[in-house]
Structures are given as structure tokens and as C-alpha cells.
């Protein structure tokens, strides 16, 4: 993950023209590198393969739903910086109060629109790049450095 203001972006939804209209969505706004999956199991092993800056990921997939996705990538000390939005039609507040306790960065509503999603990913994307500042200022470069 670079400083680039536009990271690569991994869409993970089952639904294959959702997946495709968000990827075109990304493109026109500037994204060069799209890749869309409707797996959470393969979006799983993209995102441990890749180097993704930004996940947008439904929250009603099957067998591994983006609950999941986003807690294994909010977990593992090499992922957890990659921002994080859920997307979903309809959501109940259980969901949100675990996705938040898992560390998600956004909610997107479906349908969104353009002005929204751009709103959305100008607060994930700085809140990202000062997360990504802090650890990289203060997390030790090895184990020897907190020895």
C-alpha cells in the first residue's frame, strides 16, 4: 500500500452486475486497479495475495459473509490498515454494532449514489492514510527495537 491517494480497491459481492457497476463506479472516479470477486473465501485469499488499500465487501455473503472477511482482515497485524466498507440493502443494528467492534471503516447503503460514495471514501481514505502514518511512526521495525 502506497501513499497513492487512489489504493487498489477489492469489491467482493455475489451478485455479479452489483460487483461489475461498483467496479465500473471505482474506475470512473479515478481508481486504476479494480478487482472484483463474489467470494468471500476468495476475497479472503486476494486480500492475504494482494496489496489492497481499500475492501468493499457486502455484508450478505455466503458461506463466509463480509462480518467474517472484515474480521479476519481486521485481525491479522499485516491487513488491518486496509480501509474497510460494508455495503447491504438493509441493515440491523446488531450488524453495525459488530462490524464497529470488528473495526469497520464505513457503511454504504445499497443503493448508494456517486456523491455519497465519494463522501464515504474522502473520510475511509484519510482516516487510512493517518492510521497508516501513526503505525508506520510508531509501531517498532522489529522485535529488537522494543528489546
Known amino acids: 500500500?502506497?501513499?497513492d491517494?487512489?489504493?487498489s480497491v477489492l469489491i467482493i459481492d455475489d451478485n455479479a452486475k452489483i460487483g461489475r457497476?461498483?467496479?465500473?463506479i471505482f474506475l470512473?472516479?479515478?481508481f486504476a486497479d479494480v478487482d472484483v470477486t463474489p467470494s468471500g473465501v476468495e476475497g479472503i485469499e486476494m486480500i492475504r495475495n494482494g496489496s489492497y488499500g481499500l475492501i468493499v465487501c457486502d455484508l450478505d455473503l455466503e458461506p463466509v459473509d463480509g462480518l467474517q472477511v472484515l474480521r479476519t482482515v481486521k485481525s491479522d497485524?499485516?491487513?488491518f490498515k486496509i480501509a474497510f466498507i460494508l455495503t447491504e440493502?438493509?441493515?440491523?443494528?446488531?450488524q453495525v454494532t459488530a462490524a464497529h467492534a470488528a473495526g469497520v471503516d464505513a457503511f454504504l447503503l445499497k443503493p448508494f449514489d456517486i456523491a455519497l460514495l465519494k463522501q464515504k471514501l474522502k473520510s475511509?481514505?484519510?482516516r487510512q492514510a493517518k492510521r497508516r502514518r501513526i503505525v508506520n511512526e510508531w509501531a517498532p521495525?522489529?522485535?529488537q527495537d522494543v528489546l
Do not use: C, H, Q, Y
Open 89 to 94: 440493502t438493509s441493515i440491523t443494528f446488531e
Open 141 to 143: 521495525k522489529s522485535l
Open 28 to 30: 470512473r472516479l479515478g
Open 1 to 3: 500500500m502506497s501513499d
Open 77 to 79: 497485524e499485516e491487513l
Open 21 to 24: 457497476l461498483v467496479a465500473e
Open 124 to 126: 475511509v481514505l484519510r
Open 5 to 7: 491517494p487512489f489504493p
